[in-house]
C-alpha cells in the first residue's frame, strides 16, 4: 500500500531547513542527503557519511550528547533510516534535547536504481518513532507543514527532540559532491569544534 508521494522537492526542502540552521551541527546520511547539504554550499560544520549506511543517527546522538549547548541536525534518507531503525529507541532513550532527526523520504532507494523502498509500502517512519518514546514526531507533506516544523528542528531555546519525515517526490537533482575523504573530514570538523586543540 502506497500512500501518493509528495510533490515538494528535496533539494528545496533541505534549502528551506538549512537557510534557518544558525550555528546547527549537521551530520548528512551517505547519498543524496550528503548532495542535498552540500548543494547548499559547503561548511566545516557538516559532517558527510560516507559508507557508513544505518550510521548517521547514532554518530549525530554521539555528537548532540558531547555538544549539549548547540544543536545538532542529522538528515537522513528513508533507506538509511531503516537500515538503522534501532538508533531511533537508543535517541528516545538518551533524550538529547538538541538533536533533530530529518528523513528525507522519496519511498525509493535512489542510490541503487531507484526500487521500491518500505515507506512506500505502508511503513510508517513517525509511528515508529512515536512508539519508542519520541514526543515531537511529525508527518510533513506540504511547504506550509514544512514551516510549521522548522522552528521546531532548528531551535535552540528551549531545544527538544524532534523527528520530523519529510515526503518529497523522486525527481533528481543536480550532483553537488562533497569532499569524500574521511580523515580531511574529521579533521576538519574536529577543528570546528575544539580550535587548536583538535590537534593535540
Same mark, same amino acid.
Given at each position: %500500500?502506497?500512500?501518493?508521494?509528495?510533490?515538494? #522537492?528535496?533539494?528545496? @526542502?533541505?534549502?528551506?531547513?538549512?537557510?534557518?540552521?544558525?550555528?546547527?551541527?549537521? @551530520?548528512?546520511?551517505?547519498?543524496?542527503?550528503?548532495? *542535498?547539504?552540500?548543494?547548499?554550499?559547503?561548511?566545516?560544520?557538516?559532517?558527510? +557519511?560516507?559508507?557508513?549506511?544505518?550510521?548517521?543517527?547514532?554518530? !549525530?546522538?554521539?555528537?548532540?550528547?558531547? #555538544?549539549?549547548?548547540?544543536?545538532? &541536525?542529522?538528515?537522513?534518507? /528513508?533507506?538509511?533510516? %531503516?537500515?538503522?531503525?534501532?538508533?531511533?529507541?537508543? @535517541?528516545? +532513550?538518551?533524550? =538529547?534535547?538538541?538533536?533533530?532527526?530529518?528523513?528525507? *523520504?522519496?519511498? $525509493?532507494?535512489?542510490?541503487?536504481?531507484? #526500487?521500491?523502498?518500505?515507506?512506500?509500502?505502508?511503513?510508517?517512519?513517525?509511528?515508529?518513532?512515536?512508539?519508542?518514546?519520541?514526543? #515531537?514526531? $511529525?508527518?510533513?507533506?506540504?511547504?506550509?507543514?514544512? /514551516?510549521?516544523?522548522?522552528?521546531?528542528? +532548528?531551535?535552540?531555546?528551549?531545544?527538544?527532540?524532534?523527528?520530523?519525515?519529510?515526503?518529497?517526490?523522486?525527481? =533528481?537533482? =543536480?550532483?553537488?559532491?562533497?569532499?569524500?575523504?574521511?580523515?580531511?573530514?574529521?579533521?576538519?570538523?574536529?577543528?570546528? &569544534?575544539?580550535?587548536? !586543540?583538535? $590537534?593535540?
Amino acid at each position: %500500500m502506497s500512500i501518493e508521494v509528495s510533490s515538494l #522537492q528535496r533539494r528545496t @526542502v533541505v534549502g528551506a531547513i538549512l537557510r534557518q540552521r544558525g550555528d546547527a551541527l549537521v @551530520v548528512a546520511s551517505l547519498g543524496n542527503p550528503c548532495y *542535498d547539504v552540500m548543494a547548499q554550499g559547503d561548511r566545516p560544520d557538516n559532517f558527510y +557519511v560516507w559508507g557508513a549506511m544505518g550510521g548517521t543517527v547514532p554518530l !549525530a546522538l554521539g555528537l548532540a550528547l558531547a #555538544q549539549p549547548g548547540r544543536r545538532v &541536525l542529522a538528515l537522513v534518507g /528513508d533507506g538509511e533510516m %531503516m537500515m538503522g531503525l534501532g538508533s531511533l529507541a537508543t @535517541v528516545a +532513550v538518551q533524550r =538529547p534535547r538538541n538533536l533533530s532527526i530529518v528523513v528525507i *523520504d522519496n519511498e $525509493h532507494y535512489a542510490e541503487t536504481g531507484m #526500487q521500491r523502498a518500505h515507506t512506500g509500502r505502508g511503513v510508517d517512519l513517525v509511528a515508529v518513532a512515536r512508539a519508542v518514546g519520541f514526543g #515531537q514526531a $511529525h508527518q510533513v507533506r506540504t511547504s506550509a507543514e514544512l /514551516d510549521q516544523r522548522i522552528a521546531l528542528l +532548528v531551535g535552540n531555546d528551549p531545544g527538544e527532540l524532534a523527528f520530523v519525515a519529510v515526503k518529497v517526490g523522486t525527481e =533528481p537533482a =543536480p550532483m553537488a559532491l562533497p569532499p569524500r575523504d574521511g580523515p580531511y573530514l574529521r579533521s576538519r570538523f574536529r577543528e570546528h &569544534l575544539l580550535g587548536a !586543540a583538535a $590537534h593535540e
